[in-house]
């Protein structure tokens, strides 16, 4: 079975100071892990994955996620944020050899100006 | 986002009505699937398509019927639906690599009245 914990509902963040979005994972096998982001009233945007390699994973609007294996932890991070970050933030993970995607219950991120 | 289209954007039905979802993906993947989005739930996966045969179905209600009548198309068909089955359905698409990336559509917002 394949499973994702974001342990923080929402997560808070002036404008221009660095944010954190905490995503662990259970997986049986290598694990190829995802960051999605949620607008309102809009589908799901692909920011980043991690395959294999680099464990630091850059990807979409100046967002960047760590793969920790020891602590099979997939953080999603940024530098510095925007209020336009503002948005519901999903991690998910799949195993090869299956297609379906597990999802995190999905983190809020509110970025204050 | 315009990869992968949805319509409708918005849904009302009564119980007893019948309508469909369609999702249609511009990008030449050869898997689609379908998802759930409830409020305060993990997104649910409910079928997978691959060239046009169905791979995964997650114990759906016979009430949701999927139909693949070709890799660019999906429908998902609704009949005597429950007030509990209101929610936001994704459709995404996929290359269908080992860990190739599902794109993912605006979503259609289903409420049963």
């Known amino acids: 079975a394949q499973s994702v914990a974001q342990p923080e509902d929402q997560v808070n963040v002036a404008e221009g100071n660095p944010l954190t979005v905490k995503c662990t994972y259970s997986?049986?096998?290598?694990?190829?892990l995802f960051w999605y982001v949620q607008y309102p009233n809009r589908g799901l945007q692909f920011l980043l994955k991690?395959?294999?390699?680099?464990?630091l994973v850059k990807g979409s609007y100046g967002f960047e996620a760590e793969f920790n294996k020891s602590q099979t932890s997939f953080h999603l991070k940024k530098p510095s944020a925007l209020v336009s970050d503002s948005a519901l933030y999903f991690c998910?993970?799949?195993?090869?050899?299956?297609?379906?995607?597990?999802f995190g219950s999905g983190t809020r991120l509110q970025v204050q100006p | 986002e315009t990869g992968v289209t949805q319509t409708p954007r918005h849904l009302v039905m009564g119980m007893t009505n019948k309508k469909s979802l369609k999702c249609e993906q511009h990008?030449?993947?050869?898997?689609m699937y379908w998802y759930k989005q409830s409020a305060k739930k993990p997104l649910e996966l409910m079928f997978v398509?691959?060239?046009?045969?169905?791979?995964e179905n997650n114990s759906v209600p016979s009430r949701f019927s999927p139909e693949c009548p070709n890799s660019s198309h999906l429908f998902l068909h609704l009949h005597t639906l429950q007030p509990e089955d209101s929610a936001l359905y994704l459709c995404?698409?996929?290359?269908?690599?080992?860990?190739?990336?599902?794109?993912f559509g605006p979503g259609t917002r289903l409420t049963v009245l």
């Open positions: 995404a698409s996929s290359q269908g690599g080992i860990a190739d990336t599902q794109y």
């Open positions: 997986v049986s096998g290598n694990p190829y």
């Open positions: 991690y395959i294999t390699g680099d464990n």
């Open positions: 998910a993970v799949r195993v090869a050899g299956r297609r379906a995607l597990t």
């Open positions: 990008l030449g993947h050869n898997a």
């Open positions: 398509y691959s060239l046009e045969e169905r791979v």
